[in-house]
């Protein structure tokens, strides 16, 4: 079972570390007191939710033998207004590049992360909607759950 500790740094900074050793720092936004030097815990989810699916994708991707020369996720979320102002809906949005990538892998291997892998994922689909977007050498598709 999976164990951190959050240590407060003062003001509404903190560090979490896990059982391996590593760390992570999270602040506040000043406009809550904090002092912004670090991600809030809200930006971590959204982190985790593209580190997660980037892990499965690499992966899956790599055992197809599809060659991909760069990729990278970029995540955003709408709140709601009143509290606890969770995410009502978050936009994912995946790019590859690189010579002679395979649509329907791409599209497979985005599905297996986002619905059997990722737990991420899976965890927030109980709380919010998700949108997926994905584009291949700047051509942009909609990822359709199954």
Known sequence: MPKVNVEWEGNLKFTATDEAGHSITMDAPVQAGGENTAPSPLTLVLMSLAGCSSID???I???MK????RFNIEVDGRRAEQHPKIFTDINVFFKFSGEDIPRDKVERAIGLSV???CSVAHMLNKACNINYVYEIN????QYQRQ
């Open 66 to 69: 599809v060659k991909v020369e």
């Open 138 to 141: 700047g051509t942009r598709y």
């Open 61 to 63: 991707l790599s055992k």
């Open 115 to 117: 619905e059997k892998y």
């Open 57 to 59: 994708i690499v992966t």
